[in-house]
Nanobody
Framework: QLQASGGGLVQAGGSLRLSCAAS????????ITWFRQAPGKEREFVCNIRWSGGITTYADSLKGRFTISRDIAKNTMYLQMNSLKPEDTAVYFC???????????????????WGQGTLVTVSS
């Protein structure tokens, strides 16, 4: 079970850090991904981390502002979001998959496990 947290209301230019924790299991061997979904839009790939090795992949449009990381001891994945913009407003979801090929990491249907989502609202 995945538990996402850390969302909230922030002004444009501000920062937030989201967390995604696994309960009852470990992330070892999994690909962990953040998606987001704005009102009226499709779920969008944000970034991914391969738990074993820590290799990261980002959506091109978010490189430089968002950073994904992990704390192995806490079995928790983080999304540090800086220089937030109103267009970053969305529900952010974490998802996990133990069997995924690289070309599919941005496809929501590739993931078996999902957190409940945490709302990020960026005011202008």
């Amino acid at each position: 079970q995945l538990q996402a947290s850390g969302g909230g209301l922030v002004q444009a230019g501000g920062s937030l850090r989201l967390s995604c924790a696994a309960s009852g299991s470990t992330f070892r061997g999994y690909n962990i991904t953040w998606f987001r979904q704005a009102p009226g839009k499709e779920r969008e790939f944000v970034c991914n981390i391969r738990w074993s090795g820590g290799i990261t992949t980002y959506a091109d449009s978010l490189k430089g502002r968002f950073t994904i990381s992990r704390d192995i001891a806490k079995n928790t994945m983080y999304l540090q979001m800086n220089s937030l913009k109103p267009e970053d407003t969305a529900v952010y979801f974490c998802a996990a998959s133990s069997r995924i090929i690289f070309s599919q990491i941005g496809v929501p249907s590739s993931y078996a496990y999902w957190g409940q989502g945490t709302l990020v609202t960026v005011s202008s």
